[in-house]
């Protein structure tokens, strides 16, 4: 007989140990090791049966075991300094706090959020890389405010078949068994999001509190009675349902996210975000809520368009267009048109918003970055691959003044790295993570304490490895007495390369098996043995992953190789953390460029692994030659069967000739020198970069300050700026037919134009209804290509000499001869407003009509 309904009973705590459930409550406890230590305290044994989970360690210990620590001075001091520090880190000045006009407040949305194994919300990279943004903006003192999805099955967790298939598992989540806090108002009842849906249905949703630091993290759960069957659903799985399910959960993540940041405002006195950032499309809709806001507060359409696009930060994390969430235009019209429609956003509006190539779809990050002044991708190489995926939304402009720019990204020290090697920094170089200085320091740490590290963490690894492998192969239907060979499988003396990651085709990964015997000759090498970690989840839809799973457990099946190749199931933070800790060297092999960015490389590198990898995402950006390996890409082969060829017998052979000679290395004292130069060079050359601290920093200044000042000035005065900027963008789209530029000369070209001498352009510009303030006139020049293109060209404002009364104007500027060879210029013409942040922003541009408007040359 099953239970109708599961809740959990929470312990009472004895008043002397009240300070346990303020620490139990906020996760700074994951990244925290003095904190976890006393939670061990509470006892031991069970604190690792719970899998250090706090919530249910004071869930499952005993009243007897309380009142002992209740008269325990010793644990009552460390839990009264455990309290003092929490209360100290979420109250004093940091970094944040020193800058000045900094914003008040960001709202951070996504759909999902790793923040620690306890709290099972999130599929992969993304969600990592959100609770590795929210944890560095606690330790900054960046005043987020997150918002999520409270799904009651998480994503899945992840079993083996005898036959080695994947089999996917949805364990029910009690929000009263996890580390959150109910919203209620100042009734003491929960409060609830309510968001209209088509048929005159409503969807409702109360609001969890985890508090992450200093960041508070709002999940919204539609686990409520005041829904019906089906909406109550929409919060039942990360990524699961049909196409309307995805939908009506991106409408409560983008809308009701909007409505739950306000109502938590109202209640705790948080300051009301000024900025709002969209982590990826799926959280888009929130613009259309802010819109909604204002035009209800009397802006027209186009008025609050523009002051929501000015505080909104949008950022792409896809590669391909097969990534981005696309739904039917009619099923949008359905939820915002008809008897469910906004009286003040109309849903042509809001169609036109999501417009693509297909006009049968409504593009959800198109949506984001329409609304959204400021765009960037999450590596230099994904930003190219963007601007490239996405440059439709600006025709007439060269790719390199698309307006999406890139912050690479970076993760979560604290986190990620061994305990072993954040007290060896706190030792020895005490501002190593916190403030990132120092890193050439490294170089003065003996070689041995590294290594004795590096020894410890892989010895972990392989220990835990054989838990894990031992309780798949019983899942699987082996009995104990099968299991004898589990004791000997790996070796914590073995070279070890890890593999770990979502099991999309493009990550390939079986590149691996291209060739099976010389994988198992490396292997099984007598001299320099090699051991493989794996691990990784296909989504459940995706047959074509799990056949790659089935291949690499077939494989690793194998009694020859078994002991030095496993496939580790269930893939979660707590082995995430265990492989970028233990693995020596970390395999990444995507097709390039289809990996935006990838972070594992990142962790490993933190721990002093070594990356071999494609040269895709952020290794594309910072290997240097020396911190690790680049596997050689076969771009110009279109077959992608021998592309893959190519390219896995490239990383064969740097496994044999490169990889493993350097490991066992090891003249004289048994240390491998050779190899202990490259993993100090890495540390002291990525540190710095990697740590999500240097990615938060870069939001903040390049992206959340300027949205937060541009938001503030078109909000100034009753929204009087915004109204006037928009005014202004309607006036210039409509005379923008009549702007030409009718003709263009240079004067001091000469016979044989010379290198570091200069031309004089002039250029008469018909700007039809406009005024020369409401445009900017340029000269672009530089280097020409074979079909009369400009390479990479240069802009040089061409300043206003006369007008006249027809409308004409004359321009008039100096372009610099700056380099040899082919040399070309044409003159262009685009919107100016101070308020425009980027040429490109209007998507407006007037260039010569006839090709003789450009003029090439040869400079000597």
């Known amino acids: 007989m099953r239970a109708i309904r599961r809740f959990t009973v929470r312990t009472v705590l004895p008043a002397e140990l009240a300070a346990l459930g303020e620490l139990v409550h906020n996760l700074r406890w994951s990244w925290h090791p003095e904190t976890m230590d006393?939670?061990?305290?509470?006892?031991?044994?069970?604190?690792?049966?719970?899998?250090?989970?706090?919530?249910?360690?004071?869930?499952?210990v005993t009243p007897a075991r309380l009142s002992e620590l209740a008269a325990d001075r010793r644990f009552l001091r460390r839990l009264a300094d455990a309290a003092d520090d929490l209360r100290e880190y979420m109250t004093s000045p940091r970094w944040y706090q020193t800058l000045p006009d900094a914003a008040r407040a960001i709202a951070y949305f996504s759909p999902e959020y790793g923040i620690a194994a306890a709290l099972p919300q999130y599929s992969g990279g993304l969600g990592i890389l959100a609770g590795d943004h929210l944890k560095a903006a606690s330790d900054l003192g960046v005043p987020i405010l997150a918002v999520g999805l409270l799904y009651r099955h998480g994503y899945f967790t992840q079993s083996l078949s005898p036959e080695g298939w994947q089999q996917e598992h949805y364990p029910s989540l009690d929000a009263g068994g996890l580390p959150l806090t109910l919203l209620k108002d100042a009734d003491d009842a929960p409060v609830k999001i309510r968001i209209g849906l088509p048929d005159e249905r409503m969807l409702h949703a109360q609001v969890w509190v985890a508090q992450v630091g200093r960041v508070p993290l709002l999940l919204l759960d539609s686990d409520v009675a005041d829904n019906d069957t089906a909406a109550r659903d929409v919060t039942d799985r990360l990524y699961g349902g049909g196409t309307d399910h995805r939908l009506m959960q991106e409408l409560l993540l983008g809308v009701g996210g909007v409505r739950a940041i306000r109502a938590y405002c109202k209640?705790?006195?948080?300051?009301?975000?000024?900025?709002?950032?969209?982590?990826?499309?799926?959280?888009?809709?929130?613009?259309?809520?802010?819109?909604?806001?204002?035009?209800?507060?009397?802006?027209?359409?186009?008025e609050a368009w523009e002051a929501v696009r000015a505080g909104t930060v949008f950022t792409t994390h896809t590669p391909v267009p097969a990534g981005i969430d696309r739904f039917p235009v009619e099923m949008i019209a359905r939820h915002f048109g008809g008897s469910n429609a906004w009286p003040t956003v109309p849903v042509d509006r809001i169609l036109a918003l999501g417009a693509e190539s297909d006009p049968q779809r409504f593009n959800m990050a198109v949506m984001g970055m329409r609304l959204a002044q400021r765009v960037n991708g999450v590596s230099r190489l994904h930003g190219e691959v963007s601007r490239e995926m996405f440059k439709g939304l600006w025709p007439g402009f060269d790719l390199d003044e698309v307006p999406i720019g890139s912050i690479t990204n970076g993760v979560h020290a604290p986190t990620w790295v061994g305990r072993e090697f954040m007290e060896l920094a706190d030792r020895e170089l005490p501002s190593l993570i916190e403030r990132a200085r120092g890193w050439d320091g490294i170089q003065k740490i003996p070689d041995g304490d590294i290594w004795q590290i590096r020894g410890t963490l892989r010895r972990q690894l392989v220990e835990g490895a054989r838990v894990r492998l031992r309780r798949s192969w019983r899942e699987r239907g082996a009995s104990d007495a099968e299991l004898g060979w589990i004791d000997d499988a790996l070796d914590p003396d073995v070279l070890t390369i890890g593999f770990a990651r979502r099991v999309p085709s493009y990550k390939r990964l079986t590149l691996m098996l291209r060739d099976p015997e010389r994988l198992t000759e490396l292997l099984l090498d007598p001299d320099k043995p090699v051991q493989i970690v794996i691990a990784g989840k296909a989504h459940p839809a995706d047959e074509g992953g799990k056949k790659l799973i089935q291949q690499i457990v077939k494989f690793a099946d194998q009694q020859k190789v078994r002991h030095r190749i496993v496939f580790l199931p269930?893939?979660?933070?707590?082995?995430?953390?265990?492989?970028?800790?233990?693995?020596?060297?970390?395999?990444n092999n995507p097709l390039r460029p289809l990996e935006a960015s990838g972070t594992s490389g990142m962790k490993s590198a933190l721990n002093g692994g070594l990356n071999l990898s494609i040269r895709d995402g952020w290794w594309d950006e910072w290997y240097d030659g020396s911190n690790g390996w680049a596997i050689p890409t076969a771009d110009g082969v279109a077959d992608t069967d021998r592309r893959d060829e190519l390219e896995a017998a490239a990383l064969y052979d740097l496994i044999e000739h490169e990889v493993s000679d350097r490991f066992y290395d090891r003249p004289g004292d048994g240390l491998p020198r050779r190899w202990m130069e490259m993993v100090k060079h890495t540390l002291a050359s990525l540190g710095p970069k990697v740590l999500a601290g240097r990615m938060l920093r870069d939001y903040v200044v390049t992206l959340y300050n300027p949205a937060a000042g541009a938001a503030r000035a078109l909000s100034a005065d009753g929204y009087a700026p915004a109204k006037a900027f928009a005014a202004w963008r309607l006036r210039v789209a409509k005379a923008w037919p009549g702007v030409r530029v009718e003709h263009a000369e240079a004067t001091g070209v000469g016979d044989t134009p010379e290198v570091g001498s200069s031309i004089e352009l002039h250029a008469t510009i018909a700007l039809g209804d406009l005024e020369a303030a409401d445009v900017r006139v340029e000269a672009v020049y530089g280097r020409v290509g074979p079909h009369d293109e400009l390479v990479r060209p240069a802009y040089a404002k061409l300043e206003m000499a006369s007008a006249e009364d027809d409308g004409r104007a004359h321009f008039t500027g100096v372009v610099p001869l700056d380099h040899t060879g082919a040399f070309g210029y044409t003159v262009r013409v685009v919107p100016h407003h101070p308020l425009v942040v980027t040429p490109a922003e209007l998507g407006l541009i007037t260039v010569p009509e006839e090709p003789a408007g450009m003029t090439n040359g040869t400079l000597r």
């Open 38 to 60: 006393l939670f061990s305290e509470v006892d031991a044994g069970l604190w690792e049966r719970v899998g250090h989970d706090p919530v249910a360690l004071l869930g499952a």
């Open 267 to 302: 209640i705790t006195g948080h300051a009301e975000p000024e900025v709002f950032h969209t982590n990826e499309g799926h959280a888009g809709f929130l613009g259309l809520e802010r819109i909604r806001e204002l035009t209800e507060a009397r802006l027209s359409f186009d």
């Open 570 to 587: 269930d893939y979660d933070m707590a082995l995430g953390r265990l492989m970028v800790q233990g693995c020596d060297v970390w395999l």
